[in-house]
């Protein structure tokens, strides 16, 4: 987006913090969404100023220097955000600038809308303005886990950027105020400066913990991360009297044959959600070798897929089985497997199906030999 910015505004953009919470190889700023740097999203919201000054790490500058030199002034920024945004107003100083806006480079997902409004706040004579959203949430003071107390949410508001500023007073309230601060507000009101809310958004989210890169991408319409795995497994009749069948124990004129519980739905399902994950099936995580697994509940199976999935950053979507077998009768039990499969795998039960088809007495299921399963899944990045 290009806003049109009145004369003498330029953008002041920071970030040359470390952001180790988000997690990453890389500080959060410079790590990739939807397709570039989480910077150059912030960028290239304020592409319509006069000047844009990037305050960078000095570890970054060759990083910053091959994307967004040309249109955007690149300093190295201090110890502490204070320090880089005092070196930023520096190279404003002395120039046509009159107003400055202050934004952090890790909120990517700013509007013209916000901008505008602080803009608009400038123009109609406000000493300094920042866009904020009033708290609505309960608010509760914690110690060790355990809540303590509770606090009034009244008159607070979670404060975003940009913040807005005359070029003087804030440079004057930096000069005045040397330590580091939360963010220029805070300077600003030390200085005496009146600062008028503007409205915030909730998609103005600041980057900080890892799930925030998801958040971000389903705002950005990024693309989403889909997964779908299939799996299919076969077990033979043998002595019993009953079978199991994605988790429910059915009286039969015979059992299944296999190391574990032979339950051959639950079998397909984990088969399945493994194949979506790309790492392998039952067979790699729990080999038929190890007498442990001997005569074991196949949910130990299931539910280890499920978790490793969610260890992953994935949740189950949906899952579908298909049994495959002349008896005995599935529709008599199949909301109980549903049931029982999503509650093994953590997931509610509407995001299940189980259903039955015989091979038309065909092949080893049509001659009562034994029953085969067919099961689908499909996992969504968190």
């Known amino acids: 987006m290009t806003l049109t910015v009145p004369a003498g505004y330029a953008a002041i953009v920071t970030a040359a913090g470390r952001g180790s919470r988000a997690g990453g190889d890389l500080p959060k700023q410079w790590r990739d969404l939807a397709g570039k740097p989480v910077l150059a999203h912030a960028l290239a919201a304020f592409a319509g100023f006069e000047r844009v000054i990037l305050v960078v790490h000095p570890d970054d500058m060759g990083r910053a220097i091959a994307g967004f030199a040309g249109p955007v002034t690149i300093i190295t920024g201090g110890e502490t955000r204070a320090a880089s945004v005092r070196a930023a107003l520096a190279t404003l100083e002395g120039s046509d600038i009159t107003h400055v806006l202050i934004h952090d480079g890790a ?53 975003q950027t940009p913040q807005g500023f005359a070029l003087a007073d ?83 004129e015979a059992g299944l044959v296999g190391h574990s519980d032979a339950d051959v739905g639950m079998h397909a399902l984990t088969d399945a959600i493994y194949g979506a994950l790309a790492m392998g099936d039952i067979g790699r995580h729990f080999p038929p070798s190890d007498p442990q697994w001997k005569g074991a509940d ?54 299940v199906s189980v259903k039955a088809t015989t091979s038309e007495r065909l092949g080893f299921t049509g001659r009562r030999e034994g029953i085969a399963a067919i099961a689908t899944c499909t996992l969504l990045k968190e």
């Not at 997902?109 to 904020?132: D, K, N």
């Open 107 to 159: 909120r990517p997902l700013v509007s013209e809308a916000v901008i505008r409004g602080v803009i608009a706040a400038l123009q109609s004579g406000a000493a300094a303005a920042a866009p904020a959203l009033p708290v609505s949430d309960a608010l509760w003071r914690g110690q060790d886990g355990a809540v303590t107390g509770t606090a009034s949410r009244e008159g607070l508001y979670r404060a």
């Open 298 to 351: 196949s949910a130990v199976f299931l539910r280890h897929a499920a978790e490793l999935a969610g260890r992953q950053g994935f949740r189950i979507g949906n899952a579908d089985v298909t049994l495959i077998c002349e008896a005995p009768k599935i529709g008599p039990h199949a909301v109980a497997m549903a049931a029982r499969l999503a509650g093994i795998a953590g997931i509610a039960p509407d995001r």
């Open 170 to 252: 804030i440079a004057l309230a930096h000069r005045l105020h040397p330590q580091d601060a939360a963010d220029d507000v805070e300077l600003a009101r030390k200085a005496g400066i009146e600062v008028a809310i503007t409205p915030g958004s909730e998609d103005n989210l600041k980057i900080t913990f890892p799930a925030d890169f998801a958040r971000a991408e389903r705002l950005l319409g990024g693309a989403m991360d889909i997964r779908l795995g299939n799996g299919y497994d076969v077990h033979a009749f043998g002595p019993g009297d009953h079978v199991w069948l994605c988790g429910v124990k059915i009286p039969h």
